[in-house]
């Protein structure tokens, strides 16, 4: 329990901070452009607690889901449409009565501000070097341990079970999570794989298939892990399992990876380990499934990243945040082939909660780790809400962009009653974008 409240509250922390960098280029650039800010909030709803400085209420809201800049000229476009007025009055240092250039930048600053976020901590990481933990690309079939029978592309390519990945499209790699960058959004294409298995090189064409609850094209293998323990928790230490004993046996069936030790941890509520220690077997009887199944970690690769120049560190950053928004190009392509959005999309809370897991358990691994996890995954998510933003609905910022462009075009200001229309209609289309998310939020996360 205090674990999941522990993780929501990451998952708090880290939303608040893309937040808050998106607010804040709204705001800097709101000053540069003489327009004053009557609010400034992470979170909405009611105010908990907050200062005033200037004309400035800063402030921290109840509902921790996202954030605002109010701008002065409220009340003068109240006063036009009370009014029926032609046009909103003008005054100094409100929003309505800068040019339409300086609002389209006000606009676009708040995306813009998330991705120079993000090439930040990419060029930040590079430059300053790290070590790296990371599951080999070795593999396991699927098809070899789920219930339901399915069949995958790797069962009839000639894969097997321990095949080490080498190669994907002649591009070398060393870590099973670049197969889904790969291979996620190429649904349908032949892809080549070289794989070393016992000793020889061989090539593979395969043709990833698309899965609809994961929304990504898929060959149907998993990542083999030996289950040699990292570490151990104080309930585990208690019953004498230690670092570096490798389990070899679980209620007498043999266990090769991870993978097989899981599923006899899920069919069973008591089970008995018989690990292998300095050569010797050691056996263990009683032991709860379940919390062996949460506590465990077992041992990975790992290799140090060296540090770049600075020159070479923003080459990266901006090759990174370039490859994560193309990414995300591309999910957003994938929704329209046939997968279940809802199984594919996250909304807030859902975003909180995995947010929180992810920076859980990378501290898990240590300080180093969990400083890495944490920034790459801002950094991830910053993308997302600048492209989120961009996206041309009335009352986001894609969709003032649009408005304000329009006004510059035809040389004259948009009449306050077509404001209001533009807004009303984008502030029904995302009350129910985001109420269905959290809907969908609230049964994947009680699916789990």
Not at 90 to 116: C, D, T, W
Not at 184 to 197: G, H
Not at 328 to 341: D, E, S, W, Y
Request: net charge negative.
């Amino acid at each position: 329990m205090f674990d999941s409240i522990f993780e929501v509250f990451l998952g708090i922390i880290g939303l608040s901070a893309v937040v808050l960098v998106h607010e804040g280029g709204h705001y800097l650039t709101a000053r540069l452009s003489a327009i004053r800010v009557e609010v400034f909030s992470i979170g909405f709803g009611r105010r908990l607690f907050g200062f005033k400085r200037g004309n400035t209420d800063y402030r921290l809201s109840m509902i921790p889901l996202g954030g605002y800049c109010r701008f002065y000229g409220e009340k003068s476009f109240r006063k036009a449409l009370d009014e029926k007025l032609k046009e909103i009055p003008k005054a100094e240092g409100e929003f309505y009565s800068s040019s339409p250039l300086s609002r389209i930048l006000v606009s676009v600053s708040g995306p813009l501000a998330n991705l120079i976020f993000a090439i930040l901590i990419f060029t930040t990481i590079s430059w300053a070097g790290y070590n790296e933990e990371y599951v080999e690309p070795r593999i396991i079939l699927l098809s070899e341990w789920s219930d339901d029978g399915s069949i995958w592309p790797a069962d009839h390519s000639g894969l097997q079970s321990e095949d080490l990945i080498v190669l994907i499209n002649q591009k070398p790699i060393k870590a099973f999570h670049e197969l889904r960058p790969l291979l996620a959004f190429k649904p349908d294409e032949q892809i080549e794989l070289t794989v070393e298995r016992k000793g020889r090189t061989i090539p593979i064409d395969i043709v990833p298939t698309l899965d609809e609850e994961t929304g990504f094209a898929m060959i149907g293998v998993l990542a083999w892990v030996d289950p040699i323990i990292a570490s151990t928790s104080a309930s585990n230490s208690s019953i004498g399992l230690q670092e570096g004993d490798r389990i070899i046996r679980a209620n007498d069936i043999e266990i090769p990876h991870s993978v097989a030790l899981y599923k006899v941890l899920e069919d069973t509520e008591a089970v008995h380990l018989t690990v292998l220690r300095k050569g010797r077997e050691v056996t263990f009887n009683s032991l709860s499934a379940k919390d062996l199944s949460a506590e465990l970690s077992f041992q990975l690769s790992s290799s140090r990243s060296e540090s770049v120049n600075f020159f070479q560190a923003t080459v990266s950053g901006f090759r990174e945040t370039f490859l994560n928004l193309s990414s995300t190009l591309r999910a957003i392509r994938m929704l329209f082939l046939g997968t279940k959005p809802q199984n594919v999309v996250s909304g807030p809370i859902r975003l909180i909660s995995d947010t929180g897991a992810i920076v859980a358990e990378g501290f898990r691994g240590g300080f180093g780790p969990g400083m890495l996890w944490t920034f790459e995954l801002l950094a991830i998510i910053s993308i997302s809400l600048a492209f989120l933003n961009l996206l041309p609905i009335p009352v986001l910022d894609g969709g003032q962009i649009i408005l304000f462009i329009f006004e510059l075009l035809q040389h004259k200001p948009i009449g306050p009653k077509t404001i209001y229309r533009y807004q009303v209609i984008g502030t029904i289309i995302v009350l129910f974008i985001a109420m269905a998310a959290i809907v969908n939020d609230i049964i994947q996360l009680n699916n789990r």
